[in-house]
């Protein structure tokens, strides 16, 4: 049964009144109210009626309301009072509010709240170092689980907090706890007692500057008196605890593409829109921004701090000024923003304060890491560094240096700069560094080789691609230093590794400057057998990396050269490469009789050797050059060649040489009409080639694939196959293949009846023969070009073109069985008069004039 006072009190509420405010409405104390809700007296019954009156009682009901309230009537007669219904506990959330989204975390929101829902998980950590949005993910992760802790939710900000002694108080402060100074308890018991049933979050945000001192412990001793707490800490390394959990946190994502416009949402370039709008109201970014937009994402490592110091400056520079300004001087980001900490104002400070953190012995290896680019192999980091194991774990623990992979190492490029600037202060030691440096890595590559010509060469160029950074530096250093005899060493690696990942223009541009320094050098001193053979070999990897982008001409003088250094000295090791790359080079323009000589000798010198490797090469180009440009070996006899090059090539266990020497066999099968053994020959060699990623040999397998659709008529199907080989002989630069299977594609395309279209491209494919010295490839372009003119009706002047073509000196077999076949038809439909006065023109034309009046058409 209800009392009276519980009935007055629900009145109250209905009113929305405090208690004080009741009491002072009905015009008695709250001590005379108490006295009437316990019954002790009655109130009088003009008390009573004041107070029907102020809790707005219903005149019908006033008379019982007054009676009940004297004791006259029992509170039964009164209306029932309603049970309160019950009120969810709001827990009490004590968080920085921030005016702007958070952006590119999403992914780390999921992780991090399911681990915070994890009972085993009672302290997590979110280590980083300064700036990379530590602080900002921790309070988004806290706001997300208020339905997790009910007994509260605070931030504990410790970055003005100098000692471990405050960290009792300073927890107490921020939930709001204040000690007795009466209790017989000390503080800290006091405040565990306080928290020991709640079901409370304590952010506790940037304690690693209090880490060198004892005290820490505390955080644990309150994780074991309070058993429904749980802590989200914020430090630039872990808290060393026991039972803690801790989550790395990296920069924001930077999307791979340089025009991200689409894909820039939920990323650091989103982020960097944000900022540069808040900066500069005027700020619209334009397509052409993007590229630097995402420059500077790049060189800040997705850093959210360091996204936002550079966006600070649209107001004053492009894009492309911030981005040359950051890779410049880490000084550039800085700015004097009032409401940023000053350890945030300019990440020289942010990456200061945690160098100083740093034992003397740490700063001393993390200023010789800072000679690495791109990472590092825990023993490079031993031998050039003296890193121990466990320094470079102190390194990692404190977000200084990175795990980047199984046994690599890394530094965010930012604090790269920095401790980069601290080494140059210690010039002795920084020269002393980067001589160990750029031994280590040019050794490491010059050693490479065999495992890159053998059934390791996967493995051989993950290793190499992963350590490239630090091959460029190493190389720039040596040619700075004079140290040739380590470039000379690197050599038979270079030329293999820049060619299986067809980074053609980066190697030629590294090569020329090798050969710059070492002529300057050779110019203050005559030069010794050593530099000699250091020149003829740069200059052999140049030819073969020119013969590759079909610069022929450049390709011919660069090898030639070498030639003329290298026989007098009698360098075998590296004279079957020159003599080797310049028989491509005639091979591809024509003179078939000098590179069979060339490949013959090569193939000699090999043998000499014992170089299996080259001696398979040269068997193998020797072949190709006999049977399909100048027909001295039967077809058959050819593939039981081809088929001993394979074998070997199988033996030596080169994924990368076995393709290209599938495809040779693949071609010689077709001439024999084996287009089951072909097709398989050349869909192994996509197997290997890919598996390695050769797109070389992938573009000229799928060039295979789309002339044997051809020779089945399956024209449809080869258009097809040859538009994949162009994508990539196209994006190699590799423009006389390209012209070669333009040529071919052309025949399918007419085929098909579109003569538009292959006229067109017979004629792009004739363009880039001729300035690749391609002559067969021009040849068979003019072929096609008849058979359109014939089909048109010209007969005659397609009859002209094919005796042209028939004439010069460069035609291969398959290309003039081609022409025969076609000038036989034309013949068969042509009058004898006409067929002479044929001949007769083709006297008065030049081949250069004919080329010249199809280029001309459009």
């Known amino acids: 049964m209800n009392t009276f006072g519980e009935w007055l009190h629900h009145q109250r509420d209905q009113l929305k009144l405090t208690r004080k405010e009741f009491a002072e409405r009905v015009g008695c104390s709250i001590a005379l109210l108490r006295k009437v809700e316990d019954g002790e007296r009655r109130p009088s019954t003009q008390i009573a009626e004041l107070m029907a009156n102020c809790l707005d009682i219903a005149p019908a009901e006033r008379s019982t309301f007054v009676k009940v309230a004297r004791g006259e009537l029992s509170v039964d007669r009164l209306p029932r009072v309603p049970k309160p219904a019950a009120v969810p506990t709001i827990p009490q959330t004590k968080l920085p509010i921030f005016p702007t989204p958070l952006i590119g975390r999403q992914r780390e929101i999921e992780q991090l709240s399911q681990l915070l829902r994890d009972p085993q998980c009672r302290l997590l950590t979110l280590v980083g170092p300064g700036g990379i949005g530590k602080t900002r993910l921790a309070i988004e992760i806290a706001a997300h689980m208020q339905d997790v802790f009910t007994g509260g939710i605070y931030f504990v900000p410790f970055a003005p907090v100098n000692t471990t002694r405050l960290i009792v108080p300073v927890i107490a402060d921020a939930i709001g706890f204040a000690f007795e100074s009466a209790s017989h308890s000390d503080p800290k018991t006091q405040l565990f007692n306080y928290l020991k049933e709640k079901q409370a979050l304590l952010l506790i945000d940037n304690l690693e500057h209090l880490l060198a001192e004892s005290g820490i412990e505390v955080l644990g001793e309150l994780l074991a008196n309070a058993l429904h707490v749980k802590l989200l800490a914020t430090s630039r390394?872990?808290?060393?605890?026991?039972?803690?959990?801790?989550?790395?946190?990296?920069?924001?994502?930077?999307?791979?593409?340089?025009?991200?416009?689409?894909?820039?949402?939920?990323?650091?370039?989103?982020?960097?829109?944000?900022?540069?709008?808040?900066?500069?109201?005027?700020?619209?970014?334009?397509?052409?921004?993007?590229?630097?937009?995402?420059?500077?994402?790049?060189?800040?490592?997705?850093?959210?701090?360091?996204?936002?110091?550079?966006?600070?400056?649209?107001?004053?520079?492009?894009?492309?000024?911030?981005?040359?300004?950051?890779?410049?001087?880490?000084?550039?980001?800085?700015?004097?923003?009032?409401?940023?900490?000053?350890?945030?104002?300019?990440?020289?400070?942010?990456?200061?304060?945690?160098?100083?953190?740093?034992?003397?012995?740490?700063?001393?290896?993390?200023?010789?890491?800072?000679?690495?680019?791109?990472?590092?192999?825990?023993?490079?980091?031993?031998?050039?560094?003296?890193?121990?194991?466990?320094?470079?774990?102190?390194?990692?623990?404190?977000?200084?240096?990175?795990?980047?992979?199984?046994?690599?190492?890394?530094?965010?490029?930012?604090?790269?700069?920095?401790?980069?600037?601290?080494?140059?202060?210690?010039?002795?030691?920084?020269?002393?560094?980067?001589?160990?440096?750029?031994?280590?890595?040019?050794?490491?590559?010059?050693?490479?080789?065999?495992?890159?010509?053998?059934?390791?060469?996967?493995?051989?160029?993950?290793?190499?691609?992963?350590?490239?950074?630090?091959?460029?530096?190493?190389?720039?250093?040596?040619?700075?230093?004079?140290?040739?005899?380590?470039?000379?060493?690197?050599?038979?690696?270079?030329?293999?590794?820049?060619?299986?990942?067809?980074?053609?223009?980066?190697?030629?541009?590294?090569?020329?400057?090798?050969?710059?320094?070492?002529?300057?050098?050779?110019?203050?001193?005559?030069?010794?057998?050593?530099?000699?053979?250091?020149?003829?070999?740069?200059?052999?990897?140049?030819?073969?990396?020119?013969?590759?982008?079909?610069?022929?001409?450049?390709?011919?003088?660069?090898?030639?050269?070498?030639?003329?250094?290298?026989?007098?000295?009698?360098?075998?090791?590296?004279?079957?490469?020159?003599?080797?790359?310049?028989?491509?080079?005639?091979?591809?323009?024509?003179?078939?009789?000098?590179?069979?000589?060339?490949?013959?000798?090569?193939?000699?010198?090999?043998?000499?050797?014992?170089?299996?490797?080259?001696?398979?090469?040269?068997?193998?180009?020797?072949?190709?050059?006999?049977?399909?440009?100048?027909?001295l070996v039967k077809p058959l006899d050819a593939y039981g060649r081809l088929l001993s090059v394979v074998a070997e090539l199988r033996l030596i266990g080169d994924p990368r040489l076995t393709s290209i020497g599938l495809n040779e066999l693949s071609a010689s099968a077709l001439l024999l009409e084996r287009y089951d053994e072909a097709r398989l020959a050349l869909e192994e060699s996509i197997a290997l080639s890919s598996s390695v990623g050769d797109r070389w040999s992938l573009g000229f397998a799928y060039r295979g694939l789309g002339v044997i659709a051809q020779f089945q008529s399956e024209h449809v199907q080869a258009v097809n196959l040859f538009r994949k080989s162009l994508d990539i002989l196209t994006e190699l630069g590799a423009r006389q293949d390209v012209a070669r299977a333009l040529a071919e594609m052309s025949r399918s395309i007419f085929a098909l009846g579109n003569d538009a279209e292959a006229g067109r491209i017979w004629r792009e494919a004739l363009r880039l023969a001729i300035e690749t010295k391609g002559w067969f490839i021009a040849l068979e372009a003019l072929i096609g070009l008849a058979s359109l003119q014939a089909k048109q009706g010209e007969r005659e002047q397609a009859l002209v073109l094919l005796l042209l073509v028939l004439n010069h000196p460069a035609i291969i077999p398959g290309t003039r069985g081609r022409a025969v076949r076609l000038r036989i038809e034309l013949e068969s439909q042509l009058t004898s008069q006409q067929v002479e006065a044929a001949s007769v023109q083709v006297h008065t034309k030049t081949f250069e004039s004919t080329v010249d009046e199809f280029l001309k058409q459009v």
Request: net charge negative.
């Open 237 to 631: 390394e872990s808290l060393g605890l026991q039972g803690e959990w801790v989550f790395e946190v990296q920069g924001l994502p930077v999307p791979e593409s340089t025009y991200a416009e689409g894909s820039a949402r939920d990323t650091s370039v989103e982020l960097f829109l944000q900022r540069a709008r808040r900066a500069h109201v005027g700020f619209n970014a334009t397509a052409e921004d993007y590229p630097a937009i995402i420059r500077i994402c790049q060189l800040v490592d997705g850093m959210p701090l360091g996204i936002e110091l550079a966006a600070a400056w649209v107001r004053i520079l492009d894009c492309d000024e911030i981005a040359r300004e950051i890779a410049r001087s880490l000084d550039f980001l800085s700015v004097s923003a009032r409401d940023l900490p000053v350890r945030h104002r300019s990440m020289r400070a942010v990456i200061d304060h945690s160098w100083k953190l740093l034992a003397a012995e740490e700063q001393a290896v993390l200023l010789r890491l800072s000679v690495f680019q791109g990472g590092f192999k825990r023993e490079a980091a031993e031998v050039i560094t003296g890193a121990t194991l466990s320094t470079l774990s102190t390194l990692v623990t404190k977000s200084l240096i990175r795990r980047s992979g199984a046994g690599r190492y890394d530094l965010h490029e930012l604090i790269r700069q920095f401790v980069a600037d601290q080494l140059a202060e210690f010039p002795e030691e920084q020269i002393a560094t980067q001589a160990r440096h750029g031994r280590y890595y040019l050794t490491c590559f010059s050693q490479a080789d065999g495992l890159l010509r053998s059934s390791a060469q996967h493995e051989a160029l993950a290793e190499l691609t992963a350590e490239m950074d630090n091959f460029r530096a190493a190389w720039d250093w040596a040619g700075t230093h004079g140290e040739f005899a380590l470039i000379e060493a690197t050599l038979r690696t270079f030329a293999i590794f820049f060619d299986i990942r067809g980074w053609y223009r980066e190697g030629l541009d590294a090569l020329d400057r090798a050969v710059a320094a070492l002529e300057a050098a050779n110019l203050l001193s005559p030069p010794g057998r050593m530099e000699q053979v250091a020149l003829g070999h740069l200059l052999t990897c140049q030819g073969f990396l020119a013969f590759r982008l079909t610069w022929h001409t450049q390709a011919g003088a660069m090898l030639e050269r070498s030639l003329e250094i290298l026989r007098p000295l009698n360098e075998l090791r590296v004279l079957v490469e020159s003599v080797t790359f310049l028989g491509f080079v005639n091979g591809s323009t024509g003179n078939y009789a000098r590179g069979l000589e060339l490949y013959s000798e090569g193939l000699e010198i090999a043998t000499a050797i014992g170089d299996r490797w080259f001696a398979a090469l040269c068997l193998l180009s020797h072949t190709d050059t006999s049977e399909f440009m100048q027909g």
